[in-house]
């Protein structure tokens, strides 16, 4: 480990790969021969027209995606999204039909209700949240403008192994923890969003990419800001963008192309999280996970201690041992790894030894 880092295993803001942020280091006075940072350059300049341009085709390319999808860069977090899809899809009298798996799928849900438009299709809170629901659970209404859910549920720990088959009504997912950690079939969504602060970048902007045809022809009543195709026609420049947000998120694309790409990552996830539920499944009970093990997040593994007592001792040990970030989401509490592309392997097994040791202690 790098000296004066620690391992972070906060779930959002979240760390981001070393050589990217010292390739940022070493750029912030003088972007490409310019004299000035990357903040301090016009948006409208051939520096940033660049770095803008090559940051989309980098995303749309580790999806695999072609020439009928665009990527969008749009502020107000992936909660703004909650609001932004039922005001743009949910009209002419079609309702927004929404999985409930987690905390931030029901918050979708809500702003759906707000404008009433929204139905639910299916939910897991009766079972805690604890697994996403499966295809034979999906009541999907035949005449909704679309099905929205999270894939990820960063909170409790719970992820999709399998892409819904709506039966050709438009799939809407919220990628916000899990966007870029594994190569999906993307052609199967008509739009995804992420916030970046997780896996793609800092806070500050959110990524949007979406069936070309599906986000062409938004509601004329709506506010400028709030329709989509302001930023498909304008290439995200409408406004002021969140450049230094966008630059961030383009070397992080960057820099997963230089891993090898999705199924290098996807598999890297993979091995990190065996690793760290082979440690609950192997603590004769002592970890017990929160999430079933067919709906297990490859990015956010959730587990309790006996007690609370013994969590907060955890957790204050933990981060001397330099492992940060470790402390359950207030509403599900315990503990919460959340080990998106950034965190490598070692991080993971320096937890899972820490694990090993305070439970044998
Ligand atoms: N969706 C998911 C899956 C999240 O994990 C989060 C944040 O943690 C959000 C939405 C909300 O994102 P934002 O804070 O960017 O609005």
């Not at 070397?251 to 690793?275: D, F, H, I, T, Y």
């Amino acid at each position: 480990m790098e000296a004066n880092r620690v391992y972070n295993f906060n779930p959002g803001p979240a760390t981001l790969p070393l050589e990217v942020l010292k390739e940022t280091q070493a750029e912030l006075l003088n972007f490409s021969g310019s004299g000035m940072s990357i903040m301090e350059i016009s948006h409208r300049s051939k520096e940033y027209d660049a770095v803008h341009n090559k940051a989309k085709a980098d995303i749309k390319e580790l999806m695999g995606l072609g020439d009928d999808y665009d990527v969008l860069f749009i502020q107000g977090g992936a909660s703004l999204q909650f609001a932004m899809v039922p005001m743009n899809f949910a009209i002419n009298g079609k309702k927004g039909n929404y999985v409930l798996s987690g905390s931030f799928a029901s918050k979708a849900y809500k702003e759906a209700e707000i404008q009433g438009v929204g139905t639910v299709a299916a939910s897991s809170k009766e079972n805690d949240f604890r697994n996403v629901p499966k295809q034979g659970d999906l009541k999907i209404d035949p005449n909704a403008a679309y099905l929205h859910i999270c894939y990820n549920n960063t909170i409790y720990g719970t992820e999709y192994h399998y892409i819904p088959d709506t039966n050709g009504i438009p799939l809407i997912a919220d990628m916000s923890s899990d966007m870029l950690s594994r190569p999906l079939d993307f052609n199967k969504f008509s739009f995804i969003y992420a916030g970046a602060q997780k896996n793609l970048g800092p806070a500050g902007v959110t990524i949007v990419v979406a069936r070309k045809s599906f986000i062409e022809n938004s509601p004329e009543n709506l506010p400028t800001m709030l329709r989509y195709n302001t930023y498909s026609k304008k290439n995200s420049l409408y406004n002021t963008p969140p450049a230094f947000c966008i630059y961030m998120v383009g070397k992080v694309a960057a820099w997963l192309k230089k891993q090898g790409g999705l199924s290098v990552l996807a598999e890297r996830n993979a091995k990190k999280a065996a690793l760290l539920y082979d440690a609950i499944d192997n603590s004769n009970g002592f970890y017990k996970g929160h999430a079933e093990k067919d709906s297990r997040s490859f990015m956010n593994v959730t587990f309790r201690l006996p007690t609370e007592e013994l969590e907060a001792k955890f957790i204050a040990e933990a981060k001397e041992h330099k492992l940060c970030g470790v402390k359950g989401h207030r509403s599900v509490g315990g503990l919460r790894a959340s080990i998106y592309n950034a965190m490598p392997y070692e991080g993971v097994k320096c937890l899972t030894d820490f694990m090993e040791q305070f439970r044998t202690a």
